[in-house]
């Protein structure tokens, strides 16, 4: 693969940008919001009230000049104190006309950062499980930090500072050219054309310095949120000065990047300086000469100047505003491409809700490989009847828990079919299919919030008698009872707060509150010591009462009872059976049994 020349970013860029443009000027002219269409024309028209008024302000500041230098007669009957408040009057409107302006289109702003925001987070949540568990987290939030911002960026700087920069040059122009001398008009012209090229041209190389401080800004972000989500782990290895090393040598990257950008922001300033101002001296000249001959008033002069300084502002404003909306578009391309990155796993064209009579679930010579050139599943036909518990055993990476994440749906099967009381899972809904499948994982991870809260996220809107009945059917009620806080109490981050056999039952209670007629349990105690393991199996056996369950277990002690016990080897079923069938055949289970047996005993 060939490495991109400059014309080809360059190219790549104005593709990337025209594509942002596209997708953001529906949210400024929707075709189902009237409202939306009215504020942008009001505020555009305030916009050019206001550009009009600040053009024929430096008119009243001549005229005033004249009256008191006794140079002229006064085209405005006012006399020179009448002038000056006249003076003061129009620029007070220019100012208000603006702020009136900015409020006016505030909910057109507003309104399309909320819903591109949430459009975003809602897509990435469509996204598969493949694309998030290669992607990391606080890469995701920065990218959606910075792409909203630069969507309000985009939206208020290319309206109301190009569009009125643009309209105000224009009209300064045409005062230069009637009122003085094409002269003017020329000078104005050449430094102007000068300035965009210099700005342009030393934009267009600091972005590529912005965009490699943004990877190291990212790359940092990323190391501090990943080494705060593992703060145990650095803990239990006494990394907290490794960490603090790897992070600073993540942030010494970005102060590199940092500083080549301030510098260039320096030159750039600096450059742009030189020519406004040789622009401002070459054209105050004319008009100098001009007064000397008589042709031009002292207040000529003074409005002449008024002028260059009033387009000289938002000119050195450009090199900021451009750079801005440089960045701007390449950061809001991320998140445009964040949206265009398709969702492997989605609703079929037609998609009926899943119903679920009994909750037979049967696995049709399923196929699966994470990675096209690696299968774990190859060619497993399974039959869970209605009702019924079936534990699935095996070894390490024998494919256990990839059942599981192909019965959520969390990944597609590469052949064959699984489907659920005669229906294929690929054939209906998602949400109807999330919702009829309750899973306990092998950790529970919480919500930093309280007790209730997580417990309620099983059903929207339960009510407290609701969770408290879940916490019971779990054997945790009396545990949060007894907290100062009961079901208010804060888990903290990841539930850190809790020990594991709590939030596991915590984890139990908001799938029992969730009530689903399937049952998956994903090694739901193996991370748990025996007496606790104990009291959580009591807990899941409740569970499983009128049930379909798929039990994926590490200790085969937990699932003496199921009803069938299917062992996997190396993704194909090697046996399966009751417990005592399997330890009568003497095969495979019967081995791990005895091994298991046996490490209990030495310990």
Do not use: C
Request: cysteine-free; glycine content about 8%.
């Amino acid at each position: 693969m060939h490495a991109m020349s400059d014309a080809d970013i360059i190219e790549e860029e104005r593709r990337s940008a025209r594509r942002t443009l596209t997708k953001v000027a529906p949210y400024l002219w929707p075709d189902d919001q009237p409202w939306v269409k009215r504020r942008v024309v009001w505020a555009l028209v305030l916009l050019v009230l206001a550009k009009l008024i600040a053009v024929g302000t430096p008119f009243l500041y001549k005229e005033a000049v004249d009256a008191l230098a006794k140079d002229a007669v006064p085209a405005i009957a006012l006399g020179a104190v009448g002038l000056t408040v006249a003076y003061g009057m129009t620029r007070l409107m220019t100012v208000g006309f603006q702020q009136l302006r900015d409020a006016v289109f505030a909910p057109v702003g507003q309104r399309a950062l909320r819903r591109l925001a949430l459009e975003t987070f809602a897509h990435i949540h469509r996204l598969s499980m493949r694309y998030h568990i290669t992607r990391k987290t606080g890469g995701l939030s920065r990218i959606i930090e910075r792409g909203v911002k630069g969507v309000d960026f985009l939206l208020r700087f290319m309206l109301f500072s190009v569009g009125p920069l643009i309209l105000e040059l224009a009209l300064v122009g045409i005062v230069l050219l009637v009122m003085f001398d094409v002269w003017y008009l020329v000078i104005v012209a050449v430094t102007i054309a000068l300035y965009v090229w210099f700005t342009f041209k030393v934009t267009e190389w600091r972005v590529k310095l912005r965009r490699e401080m943004n990877e190291q800004d990212t790359d940092a972000n990323q190391k501090a949120i990943d080494s705060l989500l593992n703060f145990e782990t650095v803990k239990y290895f006494g990394a907290e000065t490794r960490e603090a090393t790897r992070y600073d040598s993540a942030m010494r990257q970005y102060e590199a990047a940092a500083l080549k950008t301030a510098y260039s922001l320096a030159f750039l300033n600096f450059g742009q300086s030189v020519l406004i101002t040789g622009g401002l001296i070459g054209v105050m000249v004319l008009a100098a000469l001009g007064v000397q001959a008589g042709t031009l008033t002292v207040g000529d002069f003074v409005m002449v100047n008024a002028y260059m300084i009033q387009i000289t502002v938002p000119l050195n404003f450009l090199g900021t505003v451009y750079r801005e909306i440089r960045q701007s578009l390449v950061d809001m391309g991320e998140m445009f491409d964040l949206l265009d990155q398709p969702a492997e796993v989605t609703d079929k064209p037609g998609a009926m809700p899943l119903q679920v009579d009994g909750g037979r679930i049967d696995l049709e010579a399923v196929r699966f490989g994470y990675d096209g050139d690696r299968e774990i599943l190859k060619g497993i036909s399974l039959t869970v009847p209605a009702g019924q518990t079936v534990a699935i055993v095996g070894a390490t990476g024998s494919g256990k828990s990839t059942i599981g994440r192909l019965l959520f749906r969390f990944y597609d099967v590469t052949g064959g079919a699984l489907k659920i009381d005669g229906q294929d899972v690929r054939d209906v809904t998602l949400k109807s299919l999330h919702a009829a499948i309750g899973v306990v994982p092998q950790d529970t991870v919480l919500f930093n919030d309280t007790i209730r809260y997580n417990i309620g996220y099983g059903r929207d809107g339960a009510s407290q008698e609701q969770i408290e009945q879940a916490a019971r059917d779990a054997q945790i009620h009396d545990f949060i009872a007894s907290l100062p806080q009961g079901y208010d109490t804060q888990v903290g981050e990841r539930g850190l707060k809790l020990s594991g056999g709590e939030k596991q039952r915590v984890g139990i209670a908001r799938t029992l509150l969730k009530d689903p007629p399937i049952l998956l349990l994903d090694e739901a105690t193996s991370a748990l010591d025996s007496d606790t393991e104990r009291e959580i199996q009591d807990a899941l056996a409740r569970a499983g009462e009128g049930r379909t369950v798929i039990t994926i277990a590490h200790r085969l002690s937990t699932i003496a009872e199921a009803d069938r016990i299917v062992v996997l080897e190396a993704g194909e079923i090697v046996e399966q059976g009751t417990h005592d069938q399997l330890l009568a055949r003497q095969g495979r289970y019967a081995q791990l049994w005895n091994r298991q047996q046996s490490d209990q005993e030495a310990a």
